[in-house]
C-alpha cells in the first residue's frame, strides 16, 4: 500500500488482536506469571527464552534479542511488508481499512497469483465430482481414501483433454499469462496453451496463511512421471514448504511429534488412520527450511519421525534418505527417530494392510535418526583406514553445521565412538564457527551511543523519565538520528496517554529488540533506578555536547589569531571562559 496507516486503524486493531492468541497459531506458550513463555520460532533452542506480554502487547526473545508488537510478529513470522501484516490482523479483528493505493506491481501480482491458484484449485475439485471425474473417484476409493479426507485436504482432478483448464480460464483477463507463469499452463510452439497437469488426481499445496501456493499431480495409472509437482514462481518455493502442514499443524502441537513422508497419498492414508501429524515434501530432498517451518507447531521435545525402505533393494536409496534427513536435521537443530517398513511396503501401503496402531507402534519402535545415520556410514569391522577416514570427512561436514553446541557437543561424542575416532577431530572443525542464536534474517550488528541508547531504554521503560527528558530538552543533543526520532515517539506515546509499545513496531528491528527488552525486563533497569540511570546519562550527553561546544570556539579561537583579529579573539576567549567556569573547570 501507498501512504500512511491511520494511527487510530493501527491502535483499532492492536486492541482487538491478543498477541498471545497470534502467537500461540506458531509457537506452544506456556503461562509463567504476568507472561507467556515458549520456544523462539527465529532460532534454535531447547530453552524457552521467548517471552509474550499480553498486557504491554509485546514479544521479546533473550536469546537472539527478537522483539517488537503483534505487527513485527508477523512480520517476521511469515515475511511480510508491514503493510501485509496489517491487513492479515485487520481481517482477524474485523477492522475495515481505508481505500488505500496499492504500493507496487510486486504485491499485487503476488495477490492475483495466490486468487489463481485458488480458482484452479476450486476448478480441479469440481471436476473431481463431475462425470468426468469418475476414474479419479474410483481410483481415489480403490486407494482407500475416504469422502472426508478427499475434502479435507481439497483434492481434485485434471481431466485428461489437455484444455479443460485453459478454455475455463479463457474469458478472464491476464488469468492465462498469470497461470503460464504457475506453471498451471504451457505454451506450445505455435503459441497457443495446453494444461500443464492432465489426467493427474490434484493435491493442492497451501501455505502457513492457507493460500494455495502449487500442486501436486498424480496419474491414475503408471504413466511417467508419476508425479508432477508446480515449478517454482512468486509464490511457491520447494525447499520452504511441505504437503499437509496446514491441516497438520494442531495435531502437531497437540503431540509434540511429526511425520515426514515423501508421497502426497501417505499423508493423506496415515492421516486417515489416526496418524494426522504427517507431512511431505515436495519432491526434493528434505531441508532444513522445512523442518524450521515445523518448529513454531512444536514444542522444545518435538520429535520429527522418517519412514525408510526395509528392504535390500532401498537400503542404498535409504542411505541416502537417512544421509538428507540427518542433514537437515542437525541443520535446524531438531531431533530426528526413523523406522524400517518391511520389505515391499511404503507408508500407505503398510498402514492400509496393518492399520494405524500398527503403524503408530513401528514409528514408536524407532531408532534416533543418529544411531540409523552412524549405522549407514561406519565401515565395517577391519576396513582399511582409508574407508574410516572418509566416514569421519562426511560425518565431520554434517556436524560443522549443527547451530545447538548442546547437539553438537552430543553428536560429537556419539561419532566418535562409533567411528573409533577422537572427538577432537570434529571439535576441530567446529571451532571456526560456533553456534550462534542470531537467526538469519537478523540485522547487522548496530554500536549506538551508549549513554544515548540506555537513556532511549529508560524512557520506553518509565514515562516519568520519558516526561522528564523532553522538559530537559536532551533529545535536541543527540548525535544518533533515529534514536533521537525514537525517544520522540515515546515521548509522544507517554504525553497522550498511549502505550509505548505502539511506538515500537515503526522501528528498525535491531532497536525495537532493544527497546522491548527493557520494556519486558532486563538487568539494565532495575525498580526504582530509572531515574538514576536517566539523570547519569542525560549529564552525558550533555557533557559531551558543551565539551564540543568548547572545542569548537577554542578552534575558531586559533583561527582568529592566526589571521591576527584580536576583537574576534577576544569574544572566543570570553565565551570559551564562560563555559569551563560552567563546567566547573572540565575541559
Known sequence: MAGRIPDETLHAIRDRVSLVEVVSSYVSLKRAGRNHLGLCPFHSEKTPSFTVNEERGLFHCFGCGAGGTV?????????LEFPEAVEQLAKRAGVTLPERERDGAASTLRERLYELNQRAARFFQQVLQSPAGADARRYLAQRGLAAEIIGRYGVGFAPPTGTALAAALASQRDARDLALQLGLLGRRQDGGVYDRFRGRVMFPIRDRRERVVGFGGRTLGGDE?????????PVFRKGDGLYGLVEAREAIRAADRVVVVEGYMDVLLLAQNGIPYTVAVLGTALTAAQLLALRPFGGEDLTVFFFFDGDQAGRKAAKRACAEAFKACVDAGMWGKGAFLPEGFDPDS????????ATLALLDGGRPLADFYLDCVAPPAGAPLSQRARAAEEVKEILSAAKSQVQFELLAQQAAVRLGVSDELFRRRHAGAQPSVQPATSPPARQWPVSELLLVETMAADPDVALWVAERGTLALFEDVELMQ???RLIDRWQEGGDPAHAIEVLSPALASRLTAALLG???IGEGNARRIAEDCAARIHARAERRTRQAIAAELRQAEGRGDEQGSLEKLTSLNQLLRRAGGVT
Open 486 to 488: 525514537a525517544g520522540q
Open 522 to 524: 532486563t538487568d539494565s
Open 350 to 357: 503398510y498402514v492400509r494392510q496393518h492399520g494405524g496402531p
Open 71 to 79: 505487527f513485527t510478529f508477523l512480520m517476521r513470522i511469515e515475511r
Open 225 to 233: 512421471p508419476k508425479y508432477l509437482n508446480s515449478p517454482e514462481s
